[in-house]
């Protein structure tokens, strides 16, 4: 980077905090916006209202303070057909930068009162260099994401003298066949054009083209790592029918469509000679339980193992005891291994090691432990679709192949998935048992509480039962499971001293936690104070309320997931979210909650809101960072690089043909740092 011109050591630096370390990283820096300055309006014309920009003279500076905490500076510019004013609130340190005769282009939005011409908290860049002016004026100009440092003027030039330099010798990876055939340009022209375009119609084409090649490696890559991990035979082979038909009977309701075309593709992958890797997602209550059980059972028929994995010892004992009642018929010995101690959990290891187990019902940590299973043929993990890459590699050293189901309420469009679970495939349940209303959801502020429990009282009145979940404590079991406790107290103090209320977190004892939901279910409890443990697995049809306190601490997917645990029987039911929330994200989490109850539309406005880094952990499924390309608005263009992905390996699988060469070459490149489980 410090052979580019213009760049020393204190440049550098300010490049590297933006992510930029390399030429290749600043001709890809891709602007935030484009400002249009083919038409500078003088001062006089600027329309109330708009976003524009002028060129104008400091004609001065003053700065005061009209009250406590607010410090207003305030330049007065002039550019021969007027004069206006620039306004800034709270940023004194704009005032040193401010000088007296400085020419400068001022962009911001534009108030007109009073006959006063006012630009608020404008954006500035001093005008230097005549010559140079051509860049940064008169034209459709770049401004980026920038840092102390490197005003937009110093990063525009740095740009432009790569581009200048460099551009041409970028070497041209898109197979020409693939540039024809979408319309693309040349590599050095899209460069040139994500920069410095001659109209905003250019600027997409060339970002869409660059977006484009970065999701083709990526594709490519992912592609790869998945035939690599097809590679393993696995020594069982599964038939459908037997247990799994005789369970299917045995149900009291039948089948949605979605459960038996799920049903019908996990039961293709269990005949096929590989590991069946697949994921299952489909949304709080579409039934994946039973669609899970089926595996299993054909699992279990064909003389192997099944593990049925949980994140949570609540939900791993709510599975044990749904599917429990469901094997007795069938001859099916069950255990749950879970974190308790004693001989009892001795006595059920062994059960599992010697194989007298069939299904084992546990936690994450089946995995992590030294548990001996002595013919695991399948491995079902339920709500955690960040089980990864890395733990199934961990299973196979253990020397197994199995057949690995996850499942998730959290859903994400197909093509993203098989994105960012590479070596996955897709089944999605998109269609919930029939005869489930919509749960209704409500958003109260904090004062209306007494409304909100007296509503909560008329339910248990009409005979159901509620859920009150209290604040969000981040990382600290302890604390929440305080919090949950001083909640419970205040509502039997306040709202409910008559009624039985009952408390669940995730620091009791494992009996008190059975105890605590045998009598959930059984209907002896009226109210449950819990954290936020109770937002998987518990099904319990009599509950028609779920209160969830300062609701705007939680993120979109776990509110859905805990509103899921109502609306599981006949009865209407409720959510009511109390918040007041502090910031906008948070308002407006609680403005989906209440616009919609379809767990996608959910998860699609978690991903703009988060972004899928955050909520998918693009790092741990071993991606590589993305720098033109955005995973939250470019599917359509991934779903087009998938397809050509798709095709060249089909075709050239070597990436032999010369076409290829660049392509094979920027996919291990890419992929190297980024990516330990190429070679699981
Ligand atoms: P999830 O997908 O959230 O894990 P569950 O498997 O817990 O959903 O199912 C939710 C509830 O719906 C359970 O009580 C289950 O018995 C019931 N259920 C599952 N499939 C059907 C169906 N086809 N018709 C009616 N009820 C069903
Ligand atoms: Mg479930």
Not at 9 to 26: F, H, M, N, S
Not at 251 to 277: C, K, N
Not at 278 to 305: E, Y
Not at 474 to 496: G, P, Q
């Amino acid at each position: 980077m410090q052979y580019l011109k213009g760049v020393g050591p204190a440049r550098a630096a300010a490049l590297a905090r933006l992510g930029i370390a390399t030429v290749e990283d600043l001709l890809l820096h891709v602007p935030r916006r484009l400002d249009d300055r083919t038409r500078l309006l003088p001062l006089r014309d600027l329309p109330h209202g708009q976003e524009s920009t002028v060129e104008a003279t400091v004609a001065a500076v003053s700065e005061f303070r009209p009250r406590r905490g607010l410090t207003v500076t305030k330049a007065a510019l002039t550019d021969g057909s007027g004069i206006g004013y620039a306004i800034w609130y709270n940023q004194s340190y704009l005032k040193a930068q401010l000088r007296r005769g400085m020419r400068a282009l001022f962009f911001g939005r534009v108030e007109r009162r009073y006959g006063e011409i006012r630009l608020t908290a404008p954006e500035f860049e001093e005008i230097e260099d005549a010559a140079e002016e051509t860049w940064h004026t008169g034209r459709l100009v770049p401004i980026y994401p920038s840092t102390e440092g490197l005003s937009q003027r110093i990063l525009r030039n740095l740009v432009r003298g790569a581009l200048a330099a460099h551009a041409g010798e970028v070497e041209e990876i898109l197979p020409e066949e693939l540039r024809r055939s979408h319309r693309f340009s040349g590599e050095a022209e899209a460069l040139w054009a994500l920069h410095f375009p001659e109209t905003v119609e250019a600027q997409v084409r060339a970002r869409q083209r660059l977006a484009f090649e970065e999701l083709l490696v990526l594709q490519l890559g992912v592609l790869l790592r998945r035939q690599q991990g097809r590679a393993a035979a696995k020594p069982q082979r599964y038939r459908a029918g037997g247990l799994a038909d005789r369970f299917l009977a045995s149900l009291p309701f039948p089948l949605t469509g979605a459960q038996r075309r799920a049903i019908g593709e996990i039961a293709a992958d269990l005949g096929h000679a590989q590991p069946m890797s697949r994921l299952l997602q489909g949304d709080v209550g579409s039934g994946k339980t039973v669609v899970a059980v089926v595996a299993l059972l054909t699992c279990i028929q064909g003389g192997f193992q099944g593990a049925l994995m949980a994140p949570t010892e609540i939900l791993a004992e709510q599975h044990y005891l749904t599917v429990g009642p469901w094997l007795d018929g069938l001859g099916v010995q069950a255990a749950l291994l879970t974190g308790s101690r004693g001989r009892e959990r001795a006595q059920r290891r062994e059960a599992v090691a010697a194989g007298e187990a069939d299904l084992i019902v546990g936690t994450h940590a089946l995995l992590e432990e030294e548990v001996a299973f002595a013919r695991l043929g399948l491995v079902i993990v339920d709500e955690q679709h960040k089980f990864g890459v890395l733990q199934r590699a961990r299973l196979r050293r253990k020397g197994f192949a199995p057949d690995v189901l996850v499942m998730t309420a959290t859903p994400i469009p197909r093509t993203l998935a098989l994105t960012l679970y590479g070596d996955l495939d897709v089944t999605t349940l998109d269609e919930a048992p029939p005869g489930r209303g919509p749960i209704a959801t409500h958003w109260r502020q904090a004062s209306a509480r007494p409304n909100v429990y007296a509503f909560v009282r008329e339910q248990i009145a009409a005979g159901r039962q509620a859920y009150v979940v209290c604040p969000l404590i981040e990382d600290s079991e302890k604390l929440a499971a305080r919090a949950a406790a001083a909640l419970a107290e205040e509502l039997r103090a306040t709202f409910f001293p008559d009624l039985t209320v009952a408390l669940l977190h995730g620091r009791m004892a494992s009996p008190a936690k059975e105890r605590t939901m045998a009598a959930l279910r059984a209907g002896e409890i009226h109210v449950l104070v819990a954290t936020s443990v109770i937002e998987v697995g518990i099904d319990v049809p009599n509950a028609s309320v779920m209160v969830i306190e300062d609701a705007d601490r939680f993120g979109l997917a776990q509110l859905h997931q805990l509103r899921g645990r109502v609306g599981r029987g006949a009865h209407r039911s409720y959510c009511v979210l109390i918040a007041s929330p502090s910031t906008e994200e948070g308002r407006r989490r609680m403005e989906v909650m209440t616009a919609t109850t379809d767990g996608f539309r959910i998860a699609q406005e978690d991903l703009l809101l988060r972004g899928p880094g955050e909520i998918l952990g693009t790092r741990q499924h071993g991606l590589p960072d993305l720098r033109v390309a955005d995973l939250k608005t470019d599917l359509a263009l991934l779903e087009e690089a998938r397809a050509a992905a798709a095709e060249i390996l089909r075709a050239d699988p070597a990436f032999a043909d010369h076409a290829h060469r660049g392509l094979g070459a920027a996919v291990k490149r890419r992929f190297a740092g980024a990516s330990l489980t190429l070679v699981s």
